[in-house]
């Protein structure tokens, strides 16, 4: 006997996967528009209206043209500090850097002035994150 509120596996019955929880939304996949049903199968919208050979590449934002990427420990109590400087961003958009970089090396951090700070001597590790997000030239010094 199944427990009050359980789901049930469609297949298990023999009776296909118009019995699934999925269904009504299948049916309702025909009701979208021909871009929103081309995104939701896979389907690159350029392929098939433009009749363009090749499929449609989203431009890339660029990044900052470099930054610099050092090691401080003066003023630090002693402590590694890893510094990025040179991006240029405002400071919104430093902010949301340094979000995601603290998320990816699972470090502290914080910004001073127009430099990221985070905690740790990250120098190897910072340099690919910064190329993946767009910075032309990545300078590591000492």
């Known amino acids: 006997m199944a427990k009050k509120g359980a789901w049930t596996d469609a297949s298990a019955g023999g009776e296909g996967a118009a019995a699934g929880p999925f269904a009504k939304l299948q049916a309702l996949r025909g009701a979208l528009p021909a871009s929103a049903a081309s995104e939701a199968t896979g389907a690159s919208p350029a392929s098939g209206a433009s009749g363009a050979s ?77 190329e993946a997000r767009g910075v032309r030239k990545v300078i590591l010094g000492g």
């Open 54 to 130: 090749g499929a449609s590449v989203a431009p890339t934002k660029k990044g900052p043209a470099r930054a610099v990427v050092r090691l401080e420990r003066k003023g630090r109590g002693g402590k590694d500090a890893t510094i990025v400087a040179g991006l240029g961003l405002p400071a919104a958009e430093l902010e949301a850097w340094l979000k995601a970089l603290k998320g990816q090396l699972g470090c502290g951090g914080g910004i001073e002035g127009d430099e990221l700070v985070l905690q740790g001597d990250l120098r190897k590790r910072v340099g690919p994150l910064l």
